[in-house]
């Protein structure tokens, strides 16, 4: 009897080289889970169960897969085959990784609960009236709720470390150009990364190195300086571990939240870490209103190519080619695509562009040396990962600015390129809290090892009480 | 931020959406609320700051001009809404 729930990519992979488990059983056991326990998560939109002999995988339907149906979530992609792979797709099969499944994100990627999805939101395993956080929702659900071993998720301004934190889970949101954008339903392209959603940081770090590297297809991509590190160490010797206080003390974080980070920081000081307090004067109160103009401007450039002339929905009627352009877009896109598209473009517009773009572009370099000046007295920075834990569905849906708050503590980093990896940390109110380990540029193996630390340490328990 | 019905159907137009004429208001407030919101970034002096549009540090990645396969035509109109004839149809272009 596999136990889908606590199964780790690891325990898989020890079980299939053995031949304690074949590949067709723990496919079997996977398609089973998920005919228990998908109707009440939701967190396919395309179930494949191929077979194989590797440890199986989710994909968030941003990730473009050959000959399977990939929709960013959204109508107006609804029965769009793409006739490529995406270079992360291509590399999860060359690693003989069968594909259960595409799983649920917020339309192109947009928003933090999955709610934005055209196709109904997800729900968390934790608990079923609660959103499972997003973008990457979907995978978030299927790993948390034992639908898949691990997944890949997309962030820009957070969407695999929330979803990550929401869900008890492990997130990493790589350095910016670690993993190729090739094939990746874009967003916005100098934030947009692909990462891993998994149960250990162990798992979390194997799934890295596999989708890792540069690709000649991607010139945003480079080499990773070293090879990725799979960590053993327990202890946190030698790390010098800063907490910017903007982060941790911003408007609207939970009091339970904060109680778990300060249990988890005060445990890293006993694990052998020199703790102390550091600043990012400027970064967590113009990071969401940088990003907010940033990502959209670049969506709204990037969403242009959805026009119903070549794929995906085009609207019915009569008109021309601009009519056919525009009702098309206006049907086919949702609420949270169309607010961005046209933030965007009024902040790239003649005679806004300096004031709006121009001025957050800015911005952003005030935010890189901010986290650069306190990467020099530190090696990692700490931090709750979302202000909140899940919230109920249909909560802050109706309030696009509320729901921008929950990338308030992700946000900042993103915009510097650096990377951040989210794990568990403990549960408020029977819900998980998430603890953001920020790095900088390629120090993915030094987040791992201490994210692997303090797993070890903290000994949260992934699966969710109300499934144990 | 107040913005003004003209500035919604401008944006609008140059966006390519066709926002319904009943929704024009909605749409309206709500761009205005983050107009205002994201507007903050004003409040900073960054005279002499240089922006940055790309947080990696890559200059000129080039590539050998090698020509390689690209999609067949079958696989470019395999999604196409409306193929004849090899080509995408659509609407014409209007006066």
Request: hydrophobic share 40%.
């Amino acid at each position: 009897m596999i136990d889908t729930l606590r199964l780790t990519a690891e325990e898989a992979a020890r079980l299939l080289e053995t031949g304690e488990v074949s590949g067709d059983e723990l496919r079997g056991a996977y398609v089973e889970a998920i005919g228990a326990r998908d109707p009440e998560l939701h967190a396919y939109l395309h179930v494949v169960g191929e077979a194989g002999d590797g440890v199986p995988i989710a994909l968030k339907d941003n990730i473009t897969t050959r000959g399977i149906p990939t929709t960013a979530g959204s109508k107006i992609l609804e029965g769009y085959v793409p006739v490529f792979d995406s270079t992360v797709a291509w590399r999860v099969k060359d690693a003989r990784l069968p594909l259960i499944g595409k799983t649920n994100l917020d339309e192109f990627a947009m928003g933090s609960s999955t709610e934005n999805s055209a196709y109904g939101p997800s729900h968390n395993p934790w608990d079923l009236e609660r959103v499972p956080g997003g973008s990457s929702g979907g995978t978030a659900a299927a790993v948390a709720g034992g639908l898949a071993p691990w997944g890949l998720g997309s962030d820009t301004g957070g969407s695999i470390k929330q979803p990550a934190s929401l869900c008890g889970l492990v997130g990493l949101r790589p350095t910016y150009g670690t993993v190729s954008r090739y094939g990746i339903v874009a967003f916005a392209s100098s934030l947009d990364q692909v990462g891993p959603i998994t149960k250990t940081v162990r798992d979390c770090a194997r799934l890295y190195a596999t989708i890792s590297g540069r690709d000649p297809c991607d010139s945003t991509t480079v080499e990773l300086p070293e090879p990725v590190e799979i960590p053993e160490a327990e202890v946190l010797n030698g790390l010098r571990i800063g907490i910017p206080r903007e982060l941790n003390e911003a408007e609207g974080i939970e009091p339970g939240v904060k109680e778990a980070v300060s249990q988890a920081i005060a445990l890293s000081e006993e694990l052998g870490a020199e703790v102390g307090e550091c600043r990012l004067p400027r970064s967590v109160d113009f990071g969401l209103a940088c990003y907010y103009l940033v990502a959209p401007a670049e969506a709204s450039s990037n969403l242009a190519r959805y026009d119903g002339v070549r794929y995906g929905y085009r609207a019915a009627g009569d008109g021309d080619l601009t009519a056919l352009y525009s009702r098309t877009r206006w049907e086919g896109f949702g609420p949270e695509p169309r607010r961005r598209i046209l933030i965007g473009t009024y902040a790239l517009s003649a005679g806004y562009y300096d004031a709006f773009y121009g001025q957050a572009q800015k911005v952003r370099t005030v935010i890189a040396q901010e986290h650069a000046t306190a990467f020099e007295d530190y090696d990692l920075l700490l931090s709750p990962t979302s202000p909140t834990v899940a919230f109920k569905i249909g909560e802050k849906a109706e309030n696009p600015l509320a729901m921008y708050l929950s990338d308030l503590l992700t946000i900042p980093a993103n915009m510097a390129g650096l990377p951040g990896l989210s794990i568990p940390c403990g549960l408020s109110e029977g819900l998980p809290v998430g603890l953001q380990i920020l790095g900088s540029q390629f120090s993915e193996n030094l987040m791992f090892r201490a994210g692997h630390a303090l797993e070890r340490a903290l000994d949260f328990d992934y699966v969710p009480e109300r499934l144990r | 931020m107040a913005i003004t019905r003209e500035d919604v159907l401008h944006v609008a137009r140059l966006a390519r959406l066709e926002i319904p004429e009943g929704e024009v208001d909605r749409v309206r407030e709500e761009l205005g609320a983050i107009l205002e919101a994201v507007g903050k970034v004003a409040e900073l002096d960054l005279s002499d700051v240089e922006p940055t549009s790309h947080p990696l540090a890559v200059v000129n990645v080039w590539a050998e001009d090698d020509p390689r396969p690209s999609l067949s035509p079958e696989d470019a109109l395999a999604n196409a809404p409306d193929p004849v004839d090899g080509a995408f149809r659509v609407p014409a272009v209007g006066t």
